[in-house]
């Protein structure tokens, strides 16, 4: 395997980008085509979306920082229990001013948490970034105060009322898709334009060799610190909309396996690009639910695509199509 074929993906080429766009244009016409049961299928693409959003969260540490974390699912789950704390039990609370305070709760535990973590290297950063995770993980699943195993309910998705118009009805589910996509599309091009900012070179340097960064005189610990906090903000981003959208959450949104869900999901769409994460939420969600419907014994088939997948693919969906391509040259 060449060494090329590790690297993470930063450019693809015109056409795919077209395809790409074409693909979100058909996504968005969803919720306008008449179809039976059109309430599930935007319900679950919602979730799609949602994931792709903690997808790229991730990626912006191990696809573009090289951080790799077992435990980013903490700020996700944080930030979907902020809601459900701060909402009342009698009233829906405001998007506007919500959705900000629970990304920066996710943010400020994120900067806590890394200022430990971002100083390890290697399988070390790995394990302490799992244990800090299992560690909030545990607070809120043996704390009858915190809703302890079974979870809280959030009884109201928030309101997105402007200057007393009412007309964003979050309620309905074509509305909260617009939303999702909405800050899905926002979120890709913050990191698309992060990714080839000074800083976003940074970071790709730091992957790259942080011995030779530290040496020109960039202190890595502030950028890779920097990167560990923004990633858990976005990550709680993606928290929030879950738990407005499901109207639950429960301390499994911080474990370990949604953690590994998002390594999957980043692996197989791509590393290092952010459109990469977004189709490997989207194929690894579709390929999910496939097996599910096909056999009791999924587990098995998930394991032998992703499996399947490192092996031949090992830049993941987007990189292969675009080996694809240059073998077509």
Avoid: C
């Amino acid at each position: 395997m060449s060494a090329s074929s590790k690297a993470p993906l930063e450019r693809l080429p015109r056409a795919l980008h077209i395809a790409l766009m074409l693909g979100g244009l058909a996504l968005a016409a969803v919720p306008l085509v008449p179809m039976e049961g059109r309430d599930f299928y935007l319900q679950m693409l919602t979730q799609m979306m949602i994931l792709a959003i903690f997808a790229m969260s991730l990626d912006l540490l191990q696809g573009v920082t090289g951080l790799v974390s077992l435990g980013h699912a903490a700020y996700f789950g944080l930030a979907g229990y902020a809601l459900a704390f701060i909402t009342p039990a009698d009233t829906p609370i405001a998007l506007w001013w919500s959705l900000p305070l629970a990304a920066l709760g996710a943010a400020l535990a994120a900067l806590v948490i890394g200022f430990f973590v971002v100083r390890t290297h290697g399988i070390y950063f790995i394990m302490v970034t799992m244990a800090f995770a299992q560690m909030v993980f545990f607070l809120f699943f043996d704390n009858k105060a915190l809703g302890g195993s079974d979870g809280i309910y959030v009884n109201f998705k928030p309101h997105a009322s402007i200057a007393g118009w009412d007309g964003i009805d979050l309620e309905n589910k074509a509305t909260f898709f617009y939303l999702t996509l909405l800050v899905l599309v926002g979120v890709y091009l913050f990191l698309r334009r992060l990714l080839f900012s000074p800083f976003g070179r940074a970071l790709a340097g730091i992957r790259a060799n942080e011995h030779r960064m530290r040496a020109v005189g960039y202190g890595t610990y502030g950028y890779k610190l920097t990167a560990f906090t923004l990633a858990g903000g976005l990550a709680g981003i993606a928290g929030y909309l879950w738990a407005a959208q499901t109207g639950y959450v429960n301390p499994e949104l911080m474990g370990f396996h949604m953690s590994a869900h998002a390594i999957m999901m980043v692996i197989l769409g791509g590393m290092g690009n952010f459109a990469g994460a977004i189709v490997g939420a989207f194929a690894f969600e579709y390929t999910l639910h496939l097996f599910k419907d096909i056999t009791k014994h999924w587990q098995l088939l998930m394991g032998s695509f992703i499996v399947l997948v490192v092996v031949f693919a090992p830049r993941g969906l987007l990189g292969l199509l675009v080996r694809q391509k240059e073998d077509a040259k």
